[in-house]
């Protein structure tokens, strides 16, 4: 396949890919409900593509960090529940409120969010956080009973209705950290002291993509599913295939250069590769301006099918395959796959060779990079 006429390079987002990944999951996961979050764009998919993908295939919420990534969706016409839940003093709650977006409330932003829904007359939907470990956002522990306290005190003057209480894991993709289950241990003694103080929510939600997988125990009402809609593996050692999961995302460009270079030739800036024999060198128009890692080294590249190693650091905009001897085939145009599609190369193999992980890999490829979106099962038929 080559990209599309007149593209220099392309993210093809497989909306079937996302469609098969969210019925799986939601069918592993029964009866809780689902949300998926297409927060950062959808993690690089496309937010309003992932969206539309995902409530066609049946979820249930849509999760975003901020309001205004919220508000986006409904500007494009999606009513589906939308929680957003990481805010500063300049977030919006009354926009939010008004467009019935689901706020998260940890501490600070319960008043805020009161006075606004004041100003409206109309009450907020909130889901409290509780911080079970992960040291981020949510009310400690011991400030959870205060914080319950005026929950309730705002609830009776009917500025506000509690929709959820949740939390968030820090260890679920490490199956055997017995931080999970402390974790757990701290969010059901969160919920018994909400219910002496009468709140009682009707979405209880924890599970976020490798606890949706591996923790049934966390499932609760609803999982928040991130990375596996995407068609990637938050474990480790166990890949997207395993888990009966398809990547969405297929980056591809074309060689804009070949040439043959003698022995001892030093590759890119700080000439931290020397090729030890003649070679022949192929040049890929992406660098990390398009959010190719600055720090992968020997990562692997498919051109027209066979499957190369970058040399030297990336650069800006490009960086070097070595195609080993000088008599190589390749020429100026042809097909390059980064990761994804029919390569056989996945995200997690970018980060391996970058120092990362799988999620940064796809979240981070830039805006010079048009999204193309696709339809496999529609080719299919």
């Not at 068609?231 to 040439?259: C, H, I, W, Y």
């Not at 190719?292 to 990562?299: E, F, G, K, L, M």
């Amino acid at each position: 396949m080559v990209s599309p006429a007149g593209a220099e390079r392309t993210a093809l987002i497989d909306t079937a890919a996302i469609r098969h990944n969210v019925r799986t999951i939601a069918e592993f996961v029964r009866p809780a409900k689902m949300m998926v979050a297409v927060k950062a764009d959808g993690y690089g998919h496309g937010a309003l593509t992932v969206a539309r993908a995902a409530l066609d295939a049946g979820a249930d919420w849509l999760g975003t960090a901020h309001v205004t990534e919220a508000l986006a969706l409904r500007e494009a016409g999606i009513e589906a529940p939308v929680l957003a839940w990481l805010h500063t003093r300049g977030t919006d709650f009354a926009q939010a409120i008004e467009h019935h977006i689901d706020l998260g409330v940890s501490g600070w932003e319960l008043e805020e969010v009161a006075a606004a829904a004041a100003s409206l007359q109309t009450p907020a939907r909130i889901h409290l956080k509780i911080d079970t470990g992960l040291g981020r956002n949510g009310s400690t522990m011991a400030a959870w009973p205060d914080l319950l306290q005026r929950v309730r005190q705002h609830q009776e003057q009917g500025l506000i209705s509690v929709e959820g209480i949740f939390t968030h894991l820090a260890v679920a993709d490490e199956p055997d950290r017995r931080e999970t289950d402390e974790q757990l241990s701290a969010y059901r003694q969160a919920l018994e002291i909400a219910a002496e103080h009468g709140i009682v929510a009707d979405l209880r939600h924890v599970a976020n993509t490798p606890a949706a997988l591996s923790r049934p125990d966390a499932h609760f009402d609803m999982v928040r599913v991130g990375v596996g809609v995407y068609g990637q593996s938050p474990f480790a050692d166990r890949s997207a295939e395993s888990l009966g999961l398809k990547p969405a995302m297929e980056l591809r460009t074309t060689v804009s250069n070949v040439k043959v270079v003698p022995a001892g030739q030093g590759i890119s800036y700080g000439l931290t590769h020397r090729v030890d024999r003649p070679s022949a060198l192929a040049l890929i128009p992406l660098g990390y301006a398009d959010g190719i890692p600055r720090s992968a080294v020997h990562a692997p590249v498919s051109i027209n099918g066979t499957l190369y190693r970058s040399a030297g650091r990336v650069a800006m905009d490009q960086f070097v395959v070595d195609l080993g001897p000088a008599d190589t085939d390749v020429q100026v145009g042809d097909e390059v796959t980064i990761f994804g599609g029919a390569s056989g190369i996945s995200a997690a193999e970018w980060g391996t060779a970058s120092g990362t992980i799988n999620y940064e890999i796809i979240t981070r490829i830039g805006a010079r990079v048009p999204r193309e979106v696709t339809d496999t099962s529609a080719a299919a038929a």
